[in-house]
């Protein structure tokens, strides 16, 4: 079993920045593709960004050039660092295993 945590979510002024973390506990980490995955009150869950185990990365269109996703498999984290933060970035940002296990989120609120 595969526990998830996030933290670092809040409210920020647009144009701030906020870095999210992820630690895991249980399970099989570094060879799991891990992802940030975010909700909007009223709309679907959509991916953010995704890292493999060998470090790819690939970025949803709407974050590209301000968010970055980074892993250490050491100590089991992954990390979203968000720059340059737009109002429209607020949601609910959940940390995503690849074998199925997601966190509970964290609220992330970006005031214009």
């Known amino acids: 079993q595969v526990q998830l945590v996030e933290s670092g979510g809040g409210l920020v002024q647009a144009g701030g920045s906020l870095k999210l973390s992820c630690a895991a506990s249980?399970?099989?980490?570094?060879?799991?593709?891990m992802a940030w995955y975010r909700q909007a009150p009223g709309k679907q869950r959509e991916l953010v960004a995704r890292?493999?185990?060998?470090?790819?990365?690939n970025y949803a269109d709407f974050v590209k050039g301000r968010f970055t996703i980074s892993r250490d498999n050491a100590k089991k984290m992954v990390s979203l660092q968000m720059n340059s933060l737009k109002p429209e970035d607020t949601a609910v940002y959940y940390c995503n295993h690849g074998g199925g296990y997601w966190g509970k989120g964290t609220l992330v609120t970006v005031s214009s």
């Open positions: 890292i493999t185990s060998f470090g790819s990365t």
């Open positions: 249980g399970g099989i980490f570094s060879i799991i593709t």
